[in-house]
């Protein structure tokens, strides 16, 4: 059982706008940074959204994040076949005093 | 641009001890935290700890009593060491740099290795 709460699947037709939840509580998501990772299956996790909303350089701005209160979303707008991947939320928990990942969304385009 | 390789054992006898390595090149240990989190096969990630270039170290409490975590400062190097392993430590390993204090910041990742626990 995660700590942070993701839903499990995902789905949207090339085009379309897709957004994925994380849900948390005080001591990680509402006092911390949220992190999104993308993972293509076979391969390791690449870092897609860090500090809650920023993009690394190479990450196309059809990707964005943001956060309120202990939940955040990643929002694919654009929708593309090569989205299709599971996305993991991070974050620093403070009881804990360690990363906690989100369960995995993974995300399928029709 | 930083790579971290990582090597090691990738099939273990149940009570065995695992033990994988990550080089790091293209970038100094220094100023940053050195982490492993691992993925059973078709399950999510769970980080299992890190530590600093000055040796410093923190775990996931549920793996705590299990694991090291250490530094080599004149390889470029950090490992990772689990000891009495059983089927459930059947995962993907991964080595990844951590920046930023107390912040979830994993921006550079090895390749990850599968490693097979198994009589």
């Known amino acids: 059982q995660s700590v942070l709460t993701q839903p499990p699947s995902a789905s949207g037709t090339p085009g379309q706008r897709v957004t994925i939840s994380c849900s948390g509580s005080s001591s990680n998501i509402g006092s911390n940074h949220v992190y999104w990772h993308q993972q293509v299956p076979g391969t390791a996790p690449k870092l897609l959204i860090y500090r809650n909303n920023q993009r690394p350089s190479g990450v196309p701005d059809r990707f964005s994040g943001s956060k309120s209160g202990t939940s955040a979303s990643l929002a694919i707008s654009g929708l593309r076949s090569e989205d299709e991947a599971d996305y993991y939320c991070?974050?620093?928990?403070?009881?804990?005093?360690?990363?906690?990942f989100g369960g995995g969304t993974r995300l399928t385009v029709l | 641009q930083v790579q971290l390789q990582q090597w090691g054992a990738g099939l273990l006898k149940p009570a065995e001890t695992l033990s994988l390595s990550c080089d790091v090149s293209?970038?100094?240990?220094?100023?940053?935290?050195w982490n492993w989190i691992r993925q059973p096969p078709g399950k999510g990630l769970e980080w299992i700890g890190e530590?600093?270039?000055?040796?410093?170290?923190n775990y996931n409490p549920s793996l705590k009593s299990r694991v090291g975590i250490s530094v080599d400062t004149s390889k470029n190097q950090f490992s990772l060491k689990l000891n009495s392993v059983t089927a459930a430590d059947t995962a993907v390993y991964y080595c990844?740099?951590?920046?930023?204090?107390?912040?979830?910041?994993?921006?550079?990742w090895g390749q990850g290795i599968l490693v097979t626990v198994s009589s």
């Open positions: 991070a974050v620093w928990d403070d009881r804990l005093s360690g990363v906690v």
């Open positions: 293209g970038g100094s240990l220094s100023g940053y935290y």
């Open positions: 990844a740099r951590r920046i930023d204090f107390r912040s979830a910041y994993l921006d550079y």
């Open positions: 530590t600093n270039s000055r040796g410093g170290t």
